[in-house]
């Protein structure tokens, strides 16, 4: 069955310092990969997507991950944390069927919560 | 792209009332239409998806139900709210098979039952 595992319910990191947001996921085929941001009491902004083009990614607001097919992991990364990063991350699978296309399943992770220590 | 819009953003209702929740998406056609749940402190729970008019899985048994009377509109129902409806309900859309996109949100909407 498909699934996605974010490994960290709260991550706190100081301003300027670097994010670590981890993402594992299960699925038969290549799977499309996205990271999501959801502010409080906010719809949801994608941040990043992968599919099956370049395995690393870089999105919006100086985040970017990196897919990696070997770990089934595609984690979210950002070299220094602003205040503004503070915020819930989600990542979802979008499983790919056996021909190529995408199915009609989007799979969300629980969600981290990121704070950010002035 | 696409532009869902979700109304309304906060709803008080009492146990029993009725529910509809409105969708509806610009920009595209033919997407692929969900009905999220995030409960507090808890991830997003898919409730419903819809691949065309009038088709509609559930994920999970409970109190809602879901329709899709034209392409681009999906409404969440219910007869008669239970507390436990309770949460922030997400409307999204994608477009699946080979034309593969993100997911669009809807702006949500804050339910509580009392």
């Known amino acids: 069955a498909q699934s996605v595992t974010q490994l960290d319910s709260h991550v706190s990191v100081s301003e300027g310092t670097p994010v670590l947001l981890r993402c594992n996921y299960s699925?038969?085929?290549?799977?499309?990969l996205f990271w999501y941001v959801q502010h409080p009491n906010k719809g949801l902004q994608l941040l990043l997507k992968?599919?099956?083009?370049?395995?690393l990614v870089k999105g919006i607001n100086g985040f970017e991950a990196e897919f990696k097919k070997s770990e089934t992991s595609f984690h979210l990364t950002k070299p220094s944390a602003h205040m503004s990063d503070a915020a819930e991350y989600f990542c979802v699978v979008c499983p790919t069927s056996n021909y190529g296309g995408a199915t009609n399943k989007l799979i969300f992770g629980t969600g981290t919560l990121l704070a950010v220590q002035p | 792209s696409q532009t869902i819009h979700q109304w309304p953003a906060t709803l008080v209702q009492p146990v029993g009332s009725p529910l509809s929740l409105e969708c509806t998406v610009e920009?595209?056609?033919?997407?692929?239409l969900y009905w999220y749940r995030q409960a507090a402190g808890r991830g997003l729970q898919l409730l419903f998806y819809s691949v065309g008019i009038g088709q509609i899985s559930s994920e999970v048994p409970q109190n809602l139900s879901a329709s899709r009377p034209q392409d681009r509109q999906f409404i969440l129902s219910s007869k008669k709210l239970l507390l436990s409806d309770s949460g922030f309900y997400l409307c999204?859309?994608?477009?699946?098979?080979?034309?593969?996109?993100?997911?669009?949100f809807g702006q949500g909407t804050r339910l509580t039952v009392v």
């Open positions: 699925s038969s085929y290549s799977p499309s």
């Open positions: 992968y599919t099956s083009a370049a395995t």
């Open positions: 999204a859309s994608h477009l699946g098979g080979l034309r593969n996109t993100e997911a669009f």
């Open positions: 920009g595209t056609s033919n997407p692929n």
